[in-house]
């Protein structure tokens, strides 16, 4: 949450001249509801298999790019879609910008307090850290980001 998923990609999206999609906003269309009633009403693990099934069906549409929540990643089953069906980039950024970003305020449901939001951050590093491409975010501007992307892309 707060690096940029959202926004960054909706630039890659345009520069390229494919579609943008956000699995959370894909997910909310199709469940009627917000992302924070899912996990109140069903709670987290249904919450991870409605984002494997829709990430498994958004994954094969082509041209598109899909930023995932910022928990998609860190399960196996659903890394392994987005690594066989495109490039997986981690947005990098340290806690700080990603706190001075996002509202800390239990408006999202893994961010309800500082402590427990670092705590989130430490245990995903290294789950992120396992995508093909690493971008920093801590500076710069969405462009830049989406430049540096197209750039690295052009690389592999």
Request: net charge positive; with cysteine.
């Amino acid at each position: 949450m707060g690096a940029g998923k959202s926004t960054i990609g909706r630039r890659l999206a345009k520069k390229l001249g494919w579609k943008f999609m956000d699995l959370d906003d894909e997910i909310e269309r199709r469940e009627k509801r917000t992302i924070a009633e899912i996990f109140s009403k069903d709670g987290e693990p249904h919450f991870r298999n409605l984002e494997r099934l829709c990430l498994k069906d958004v994954s094969a549409s082509s041209k598109t790019v899909i930023a995932l929540g910022g928990g998609a990643f860190i399960d196996p089953e659903n890394r392994a879609i987005a690594e066989k069906t495109g490039l997986t980039v981690w947005l990098k950024a340290s806690f700080s910008q990603l706190a001075g970003r996002v509202k800390i305020d239990g408006t999202r449901p893994n961010f309800a307090d500082k402590a427990k939001a670092e705590q989130l951050y430490q245990t995903r590093q290294p789950s992120y850290a396992l995508a093909k491409l690493h971008v920093s975010t801590d500076e710069g501007t969405p462009d830049s980001a989406a430049d540096e992307i197209i750039g690295e892309v052009g690389k592999l």
